[in-house]
């Protein structure tokens, strides 16, 4: 099993700059987004504030990093409106696959990776799989 884990891009801004309802509005749309571009047998999730995850099963390093890469491509040729509002997002997402762990040290791991991409400067995919 391999975990995904995914945070969008500078929301705690736009929540600041334009309030809540709209970050609400783009998480909402997201998950939708998400969820069309998704193959069969996978699991999206709420995680926390700006993050979800996804479960992946029986997919190598390469097919994960295809996915995450049409969704990160997916969501940043996006543009979503809200209250007359224009706006785009980008994603950040790590990539891990189960050593055999206990999950709550897969959830810490994805953790970790998610932080990496987002020290890239967002809009990018790290993966330790």
């Known amino acids: ?16 700059n334009y309030g809540t309802p709209l970050g ?18 996978t699991l999206l999730a709420r995680f926390e504030r700006d993050a979800f995850v996804i479960m992946v099963c029986d997919r190598g390093e390469a097919e994960l990093r295809r996915l995450a890469g049409k969704l990160m491509s997916a969501v940043a040729a996006s543009s979503f409106t809200y209250g007359g509002t224009v706006h785009r997002v980008t994603l950040s997402i790590g990539i891990v696959t189960s050593r055999g762990e206990e999950a709550s040290l897969l959830i810490q791991r994805a953790d970790n990776t998610l932080f990496e991409a987002k020290e890239e400067g967002g809009n990018s995919v790290c993966a330790h799989c």
């Open 24 to 41: 609400d509005y783009t998480l909402s749309e997201i998950a939708t987004l998400i969820r069309l571009l998704l193959p069969a047998n």
């Open 1 to 16: 099993m391999s975990l995904i884990l995914l945070s969008i891009d500078r929301l705690k801004e736009l929540n600041d």
